[in-house]
């Protein structure tokens, strides 16, 4: 069973930045795809960006690409997404997932099932 626990959100101003954190407990992290979604009030649930098991492989979605940057510490179980130059818009609650392997280098389409969820993690980026 894999458990996952985002952190890192928070209020902060248009233009501002923020680090959420993923923490993993699973016996062998390093055999995960991870990924990064999010969930604003009254939408649908979306794809941010995605990150393979070897880390050498990343996507993002067209509206944070160039703001947002996913990485992976495959020694102390974690994920990271650092959030760049924040607009309103950006406010959600932001999920972390994790799906097993394919490949080292395989990311999961941005639509795909992961297997494993958070709890999330709220981001509020005032205007």
């Known amino acids: 069973q894999v458990q996952l626990v985002e952190s890192g959100g928070g209020l902060v101003q248009s233009g501002g930045s923020l680090t959420l954190s993923c923490a993993a407990s699973v016996g062998t992290f390093g055999r995960y795809a991870m990924g990064w979604f999010r969930q604003a009030p009254g939408k649908e649930r979306e794809f941010v960006a995605a990150?393979?098991?070897?880390?050498?492989?990343?996507s993002y979605a067209d509206s944070v690409k160039g703001r947002f940057t996913i990485s992976r510490d495959s020694a102390k179980n974690t994920v990271t997404l650092q959030t760049n130059s924040l607009k309103p818009e950006d406010t959600a609650v932001y999920f972390c997932?994790?799906?097993?392997?394919?490949?080292?280098?395989?990311?999961?389409?941005?639509?795909?099932?992961?297997?494993?969820w958070g709890q999330g993690t709220q981001v509020t980026v005032s205007s």
């Open positions: 997932a994790a799906v097993p392997v394919r490949g080292s280098t395989w990311l999961p389409p941005p639509n795909y099932e992961y297997d494993y």
């Open positions: 990150i393979s098991w070897s880390g050498t492989s990343t």
